[in-house]
T-cell receptor, first 112, second 112 residues
Framework: DVKVTQSSRYLVKRTGEKVFLECVQD?????MFWYRQDPGLGLRLIYF???????EKGDIPEGYSVSREKKERFSLILESASTNQTSMYLC???????????FGPGTRLTVT | SQQGEEDPQALSIQEGENATMNCSYK?????LQWYRQNSGRGLVHLIL?????REKHSGRLRVTLDTSKKSSSLLITASRAADTASYFC????????????FGKGTTLSVSS
């Protein structure tokens, strides 16, 4: 079974802190994605990566950056956390040509 | 930009009843997928229907696709309390290096 893991289920950070959210998948998938999920807004794509060291902006990249140094790991970075980044963050991966995306359990981030 | 819009936003039914959720989208697609999310968890892939298909079944799930109306429906027959979850449609343009675009979801509550 494909496994996508995220470094934390719950995270509380202070405004202005630099925050790292880690995602690891064990199926050698080229494509990886970061979404945020907010009530009433559904899932919105922040960034995605279609291969190592490659990244593409999604719909809401402002305030975020990403890093993909190894195929299995895709990190989301909040350079200076703000309260409006309080959200559920979901990571996903998939193999190119395979339509299904596999999701991690999510990280619920609270910025105070 | 969000492609899919699910309808209704929320649905409450009794065990044994059927649940129907609808999804509308805006642009051409290669396929449309449905995902389920249990409370506070990641999304799980349920079923995929390709643009040249009109109907697909998987267990108690039935999906239809009308590309002329740019709409899809998910029918869950003989619902169970365990079907209580949020359901999302996601569209795939089918181009390399692109991500799925999710709708805002339908929250289904099945009471016993």
């Amino acid at each position: 079974d494909v496994k996508v893991t995220q470094s934390s289920r719950y995270l509380v950070k202070r405004t202005g802190e630099k925050v790292f959210l880690e995602c690891v998948q064990d199926m050698d998938h080229e494509n990886m994605f970061w979404y945020r999920q907010d009530p009433g807004l559904g899932l919105r794509l922040i960034y995605f990566s279609y291969d190592v060291k490659m990244k593409e902006k999604g719909d809401i990249p402002e305030g975020y950056s990403v890093s993909r140094e190894k195929k299995e790991r895709f990190s989301l970075i909040l350079e200076s956390a703000s309260t409006n980044q309080t959200s559920m963050y979901l990571c996903a991966s998939r193999y190119p040509g395979q339509n299904e995306q596999y999701f991690g359990p999510g990280t619920r981030l609270t910025v105070t | 930009s969000q492609q899919g819009e699910e309808d209704p936003q929320a649905l409450s039914i009794q065990e044994g009843e059927n649940a129907t959720m609808n999804c509308s989208y805006k642009t051409s697609i290669n396929n449309l997928q449905w995902y389920r999310q249990n409370s506070g968890r990641g999304l799980v892939h349920l079923i995929l229907i390709r643009s040249n298909e009109r109907e697909k079944h998987s267990g108690r799930l039935r999906v239809t696709l009308d590309t002329s109306k740019k709409s899809s429906s998910l029918l869950i027959t003989a619902s169970r309390a365990a079907d209580t979850a949020s359901y999302f449609c996601a569209t795939d343009a089918g181009q390399a290096g692109t991500a799925l675009i999710f709708g805002k979801g339908t929250t289904l509550s099945v009471s016993s």
